[in-house]
């Protein structure tokens, strides 16, 4: 089922929570709703979910006002960060509980919800709890257990709110991966809310970035990161370096190096912000050209796949780099050294201008 949501806003005393989003997740999707506390995601959520009424906009269910109908009839399956199960009920009799409350004339009998329980132990690979209660359950295994009730009453729509995170970080990283898995077996339309960057480009067919009751940017996982649509959507989305820099003669000027900045930023005698993640830089020995500039290398974290770096360049500033283990064994870095590192690829925000671009290197004696 398609799920749109036209110029939402919302207002709880005065602060407004949500304002004028709009969104449209297609039959089938897993749209990860990203940003950070207080963004309105989870706000967003529950209006989808008829757990709050909107105070202005549209929520539409395969082309039907969504409004008209009750919580109870969107055929919405919710599930909760903490999983709201019912500690004095068995996992079964959890599962089991939306099923046992329909009206007599639509409530399945009592041989069948039992076996649609063991169906849905089974599909969350948890067959053999059935007659334990949640507190005798880990935290991973009581979350598969409210995703399992959710799923009893066969919603059309799934909503998670943050339903990884009260969870460990190695619990956290393996449910995602089989909450992948397990939504592309079951093709239902999902929403899901966090706040780790991760979990959403990990997990989601596209991302809603959201912040401060807006919509900042809607892509795939790749589209948001590799095309951030502004600086929020950049720097949220992992670590970036900035650098100030001063706008002459159409370039932007850092240390010794100068950039040709894009001919619409028209920002002369101005300032500009370049940004760099720390995994797009070149490291080397030795200079490679007019973009390169020294850092000395003040620390050094090997931990993991990538070792990261900080660096302190020529003109004061600090810069974190990674790189793969590989290269730093390879190249044999050392505390207190001193590097080259190059950019590969920038973005640069004009001042004054409201312009975020991509921006490319100048030799010297001009030319890109």
């Known amino acids: 089922m398609s799920i749109e949501v036209k110029n939402v806003s919302k207002s709880f005393n005065g602060f407004q929570a949500l304002k004028e989003v709009s969104l449209k997740v297609e039959t089938g999707e897993l749209v990860a709703l990203l940003g ?17 009424t909107a105070s202005a906009g549209e929520i539409l269910f395969q082309g039907e006002d969504a409004e008209e109908k009750k919580t109870k009839d969107r055929n919405v399956g919710f599930v909760f960060q903490h999983y709201a199960l019912f500690r004095h009920m068995t996992v079964l009799d959890n599962i089991a509980f939306g099923l046992r409350v329909k009206p007599r004339d639509q409530r399945p009998p009592e041989e069948m919800i039992r076996k649609k329980v063991h169906e849905l132990l089974k599909l969350v690979q948890l067959d053999w709890v059935a007659d334990r209660y949640p507190s005798q359950l880990s935290g991973g295994q009581r979350q598969r257990i409210a995703l399992a009730r959710a799923l009893a009453v066969e919603p059309k729509v799934l ?12 619990v956290r990283k393996e449910l995602r991966q089989w909450l992948r898995r397990f939504h592309d077996d079951l093709n239902i339309t999902s929403l ?7 979990e959403a480009l ?8 959201m912040n401060e009751g807006k919509v900042e940017q809607i892509g795939t996982p790749d589209e948001v990161y590799h095309h951030p649509a502004n600086v929020f959507v950049l720097n949220f989305l992992g670590n970036v370096n900035l650098f100030h820099t001063r706008v002459e003669d159409g370039k932007a000027y850092i240390g010794n190096l100068a950039f040709q900045l894009p001919k619409k930023a028209g920002a002369e005698g101005k300032t500009a912000t370049f940004y760099v993640r720390p995994h797009q830089f070149l490291v080397s020995r030795n200079s490679v050209g007019s973009n390169s500039f020294r850092a000395r290398v003040k620390y050094i974290n090997p931990a993991g796949a990538t070792v990261k770096l900080e660096c302190l ?3 004061d500033s600090l810069v974190q ?9 390879q190249l044999n870095i050392k505390k207190d050294e001193d590097i080259y590192l190059t950019p590969k690829e920038i973005r640069v925000e004009t001042k004054d201008t409201n312009r975020f671009d991509n921006v490319g290197f100048v030799e010297e004696g001009g030319g890109i």
């Open 159 to 170: 909503l998670l709110d943050e339903p990884f995170g009260s969870l460990d970080a190695k």
């Open 313 to 315: 360049s020529e003109w």
């Open 321 to 329: 780099v990674e790189i793969p283990q590989a290269e730093y064994r």
């Open 192 to 198: 899901f809310v966090t706040h780790d960057q991760e």
């Open 202 to 209: 990990e997990v989601a067919d596209k991302v809603v970035i």
């Open 36 to 52: 950070p506390s207080g963004s309105g995601k989870t706000t967003l959520l529950r209006i989808i979910a008829g757990l709050e």
